[in-house]
């Protein structure tokens, strides 16, 4: 059976699993693809308020590239360039995603599958996940791109640490080294998953949104103009904020419908 | 008894206590200007060499903003840009004060009182502290010149983890995060505080100035001048850097007199 | 005995050794010149894979400047200029270096001592080791450049709390704030330095070269040019990439060659 990527939804909740039975998920040029078109679908669509990526079964998030298929799909400069495009969009589709993401990741998070945790707001992980990128015993090094990502996430003193010395984290580490929000005995991981995702799928939907797009404006130096201020207070026409502050006053529960 | 930003003075060591009783010392409009106020007020005067940032009793630091006086004094855009800039004046501030400053956090530091104590230098919490900004709940977007202070302390991943989720975090938490300087017992958190403010009031304090001066200096990525790296070298001529020098090596402890 | 740094190589690894006898190790001005000259020796020469740093013996890394040499060697911004840009050129000897670096941390790491760790590009630590710059007790402030590399470590606040309180942080504390990449007890750190030396030796040198490159380059925001993205996959030409390719396929240990 070939690698893919599958996508559910359960309300509001969209889950997309990367699958590559018998390869512990590792992901293959078809599935880069398949990834940034499920991506950029859930994005397009405002009825989802909470992205969770997975890998299939219980076994890995995902194992990193797949290895064999280097040796065909990459092994010109020019072929290397197409690849690393299809990796690079992909991970840009998480990346700028407006509806939160939540990367629910259980055994090896290697290579890829760590750049695609990355590029997803949460990570929430199990006590058995392992982490790393140990390319340097392959002989090839990270795509500079790809890179970015995790320095942004981490800093370079944790980036140059887990390329440099190759060696395999676990989930305490990776924790300590801010690659991870939270770490969860394993058998507690799916239950805090999705209460994460209730919390997020609960709020206002516009307001992750704008939280989202303010947090990757405020990553560019450029000083906001008086005109995105008072954009950011949009939320003062929404029906939610009417909703929102009347709940508080009176002690309910508020019940948001994103406008 | 309306909200109010009470100062206080024992030496070299001032305190600013956020009170607003009965509410938590949720922050009103009126307290985010006494708080600028004060706080431009204390970094003129070059007696002060350490300053506390509290709230009023053992309860709370600040339980964010006043959400009923949103109903009238932030409903328009106009209004929400006067009640922001309030803020912000205030928060920058804190943060441009010359003098350091050191946060006391027990009970809810949530919303504007987190915003409040990520502008101090350092952020020593009782074991008891409570972190977040929840307003997913309620339908608001933080201001983004409010949310780049928290971006700088503690990154984008902590940051939409808070705004995304609107969960509320332990003080170990916030700790492991990078949002606290240290966590203490709920009992050994004044003292702690105390002694902190004690090494820095006993350093040089010229030489806390130039150190907040450069660490905010280097934020910005233009290269330093000729002049400037010159100019870093201004303690010697100062009478603080001989006496330093002259205790050093007589091994007996210096007294600076900030200057 | 004057203090000196002492260049040894065992193999692909050179160790560099801060060495002051009875005066834990602190560095003078000519040490600081003669750590840039090996350092730059050592970077040209390809036949290194790693440089493991230390202090001479198990009392101390470096406990920062020669205070008694300050009185003559620094009393002036002319000899001040002079004595700092070689301190400089030191550390950006370390950080520039091509090949991966290590700092083996013992006992007090201060000041210079800290500065020299901070270039290292892994830091490994035994619990009785002691970070800290309290100079606000001797009256001066750190270089803005010198400042600058801490701050691209472990960011403002914890940089600010080191030098306005003047505080000296245990290697658990270091690491919880992200100075250091581990902490192991004392008698085991010189193993566990070893192993990870090891870990990197038998990594493809080149990879490791262009990792570091790539992470510096990243951290200038001028995005990456079409020929810098093609450059990145130099590997493809490298015989170590045939090899760690066909290692990993035929699930052999690879050997590298460099080249």
Chains 1, 2, 3 share one sequence.
Not at 113 to 123: K, M, V, Y
Not at 197 to 202: F, K, L, S
Not at 228 to 233: D, G, K, P, T
């Amino acid at each position: 059976m070939p690698g893919r990527i599958l996508s559910s939804r359960e309300g509001s909740l969209s889950t997309v699993t990367v699958a590559n039975p018998g390869k512990l998920n590792a992901v293959d040029l078809g599935m880069w693809q398949q990834l940034e078109a499920t991506m950029l679908a859930l994005s397009a669509d405002d009825a989802v308020r909470c992205i969770v990526v997975r890998g299939e079964g219980d076994e890995a998030f995902a194992a990193g590239g797949d290895l064999e298929e280097f040796l065909t799909a990459r092994d010109t400069v020019d072929k290397a360039m197409h690849y690393h495009g299809c990796v690079g969009r992909a991970l840009k589709a998480i990346g700028d995603c407006p509806h939160p993401t939540i990367a629910l990741i259980r055994g090896p998070c290697i290579g890829g599958g760590l750049e695609i945790a990355g590029q997803c707001d949460l990570r929430l992980a199990g006590e058995s996940a392992k982490f790393g990128a140990p390319i340097n015993r392959i002989g090839f090094s990270m795509y500079p791109e790809e890179m970015a990502g995790l320095l942004r996430l981490a800093g370079p003193a944790v980036v140059l640490e887990i390329l440099l010395e190759g060696r395999i984290l676990s989930a305490a580490e990776a924790l300590q080294k801010g690659l991870l929000t939270r770490v969860l005995p394993d058998e507690q991981l799916a239950d805090e998953v999705a209460a994460a995702a209730r919390r997020i799928c609960d709020g206002a939907p516009l307001v992750a949104r704008w939280h989202k797009q303010w947090a990757r404006r405020l990553q560019d130096s450029t000083p906001l103009t008086e005109a995105e201020l008072r954009a950011s207070f949009a939320f003062l026409d929404s029906a939610d904020y009417k909703e929102g502050l009347a709940a508080f006053l009176e002690k309910r529960k508020p019940v948001f419908r994103g406008c």
